[in-house]
């Protein structure tokens, strides 16, 4: 069974920053394109982030822009989210999931179980 596991979240304070960690086990990301999740209490899963495996091409959603980044370390076969500039609404279960064509075409095989992320004072 193809593994995700998603680590790194945790309470942080208002403007405080997070790394979330996205590591796969029994199969290479090299040849997926990764994409990055949230769910917050008692609303709909949306889409933070998608790096692509051909080119590192990404994107993010308008609500993180200029605040977080997402990257990869395929000799570690981890993806990474670099949340800065933290706010209460970015408070959600972030997960990270696997599409199988090498750009972020939407079409994601493989979830991770999240990792839960806190801002609040």
């Known amino acids: 069974q193809l593994q995700l596991v998603e680590s790194g979240g945790g309470l942080v304070q208002p403007g405080g920053s997070l790394r979330l960690s996205c590591a796969a086990s029994r199969f290479t990301l090299d040849y997926y394109a990764i994409g990055w999740f949230r769910q917050a209490p008692g609303k709909e899963r949306e889409g933070v982030s998608c790096i692509s495996s051909k080119d590192g091409s990404t994107y993010y959603a308008d609500s993180v822009q200029g605040r977080f980044t997402i990257s990869r370390d395929n000799a570690k076969n981890t993806v990474y989210l670099q949340m800065n500039s933290l706010k209460p609404e970015d408070t959600a279960v972030y997960y990270c999931?696997?599409?199988?064509?090498?750009?972020?075409?939407?079409?994601?095989?493989?979830w991770g179980q999240g990792t839960h992320v806190t801002v609040s004072s």
């Open positions: 999931a696997a599409d199988p064509n090498y750009y972020c075409s939407g079409h994601y095989d493989y």
